[in-house]
């Protein structure tokens, strides 16, 4: 099953139905008016929906075309984001190229950032400047229904109950600042973008496994290829990831749990998924980053597609604007 | 003007005004139905609001009886919870007692904290085990409309709408295992409890100082004095942490910001407002920490009033509770 959110001027979008080449649509009146409503109520929504998917595919006539481009994120707001670090690889560059310690932890590790707002994967992203270091990155996600605290990693997997594919942008000029004192990111990480389709983990078929999105995520930068690091190479699976999350409190239901910057050991063929992490490549290997940060115009497209080429999550592909030229309402 | 939440079956709850002795209340209906609600449309409620604040006094045959132990947080959920942590003399305690080297940092400290559930001042707080160091904090905070990026300190003393006494729950044998890790904390700090009363800036009069709010926060343990540090001495006041936040990203209406555990110069007289402080107080007088952290069972109380000895907040006085004997709903 997949699911999106249409603009119908609600803070919440309205909850739609997406066919399986996410062509065209049903809207989902009558079973959840949004997506966060549904992910309150999922036991009870879930077959409904699915009831639904079917529509679109069976009678082309009543369903409307899908334009990704005009949806929100499927989450436009949620009343939780916590982002992890799974895959190794991207630290033990970070760690190389800075002759950082390696990070003392034998559990995940994690974040809270913020969770009010996740732009639409075609919103223009405004930035105050072009000296934080703007970067992008590319990670996988997933979204649960209600975990109570204590809750195994076994039994977190049955709460996993959507996958979504994100930007987590970030602020590379200011993060390390904000990590060395320990409390994590505030001014570091403003709001993330999403791709339009959250799927349920069986739309991934084989390339769910152990909790993991086996699938490239391919990142572009400015139209030109940057990374097809592969998601199957997390440390923990998402639902060791939840279970970490829901150790000492109840996740509330819609709380969405990242991965972390997609990255691979084989990062000489497979590229990388953020700038940062491209610049600790060239220190590496010139000693120097030679990569810059993005400018104000600047693109970034995001795609993981199905193993046989087949659209999942739909696209992410957003230009970075100064903050100056949009006025953000409230 | 003072408001608070009652609790009327909803997640949000019920939008109060309560009479300047926190004796009696009316209910705003017609003018917004939750507190979250009033905050996002507050230069249009607050007016209306302020006029039914003189009811409950004005009217006492129409006003109810104000219980405040019944009463919810005064955001029972919000969008997003930044806590700072603004005491200098709290970090100094804990880099002298635990010989850590000073936090590098020009800023003020803050991190993103859990805000889809905050418990009323005297719910029952359950806890997975006592191994884990169950602490509390005592707080100021404030919350606020909507705040444009990069609002300067000046301009978001006018988006301070309300002020709030909170008891950061903190689990201290987890803290500084995730704070090594640069990232803040997921698992240390769980839902936080809220006093039930929420005031706006002007019911303090001269104790709401240069964005501070200059008066002792009493702190009790099972029965006991365990401090009363003034809220004057924060390094930097709300409205720079306001900003702070603001660098970046909008604050959604309803944003909590708080100000960490209150702590002064003087410790010897005031006490403390958190154990770990105590401990670290231990360390330096005696080498060891002496002070276990909380039992379950095991009873806090806080409240600050007015100089003149009038109630404020309403009273946090709530008992720790085993997890396992508490069933928690979705």
């Not at 803070?11 to 399986?20: I, K």
């Not at 069986?202 to 990142?219: F, I």
């Not at 190479?233 to 409190?249: D, I, N, S």
Request: aromatic content about 8%; hydrophobic content about 40%.
């Amino acid at each position: 099953m997949r699911l999106a959110t249409r603009n119908n001027g609600t803070p919440d979008g309205q909850l739609v139905v997406v066919s399986s080449d996410n062509d065209c649509f049903v809207a989902a009146n009558g079973i959840a008016t949004n997506l966060l409503d549904a992910m309150t109520r999922w036991a009870d929504v879930a077959g409904p929906l699915a009831a639904l998917a079917k529509q679109p595919e069976a009678n082309q006539d009543s369903a409307e075309a899908f334009d990704s481009a005009s949806a929100l994120a499927p989450l436009p707001r949620s009343w939780q984001w916590l982002d992890g670090s799974a895959f190794p690889q991207h630290g033990l560059l970070m760690q190389k190229a800075f002759h950082l310690p390696p990070i003392e932890s034998d559990r995940p590790l994690m974040y809270q950032g913020m969770s009010d707002r996740f732009y639409g994967g075609t919103a223009d992203v405004p930035f105050g400047s072009e000296k934080d270091g703007i970067d992008f990155e590319g990670e996988f996600a997933v979204i649960v229904d209600h975990v109570p605290m204590g809750t195994s990693a076994d039994d977190a997997m049955d709460h996993i109950k959507l996958v979504v594919q994100l930007n987590d942008w970030s602020l590379r000029t200011i993060a390390p600042i904000e990590m060395k004192t320990g409390f994590g990111w505030v001014q570091a990480k403003p709001a993330c973008s999403v791709a339009p389709v959250a799927v349920t983990p069986d739309e991934l078929g084989a390339s769910w496994s152990n909790g993991r999105v086996c699938l490239p995520l391919r990142v572009e930068w400015n139209g030109k290829r940057f990374g097809d690091a592969d998601g199957s190479e997390m440390e923990y699976g998402f639902h060791e990831l939840v279970a970490h999350a829901a150790a000492t409190r109840d996740l509330v239901a819609g709380t969405i749990i990242g991965s972390g910057t997609v990255s691979n050991r084989d990062y000489a063929n497979a590229g990388s998924s953020c700038i940062s992490e491209r610049r600790a490549i060239d220190m590496i290997e010139h000693g120097e980053p030679k990569t810059q940060f993005m400018s104000f115009g600047d693109r970034v497209r995001m795609e993981a597609r199905s193993r046989d080429g087949r659209p999942l999550f739909g696209v992410i592909d957003q230009s970075v604007t100064s903050a100056k030229t949009i006025v953000t309402e409230p």
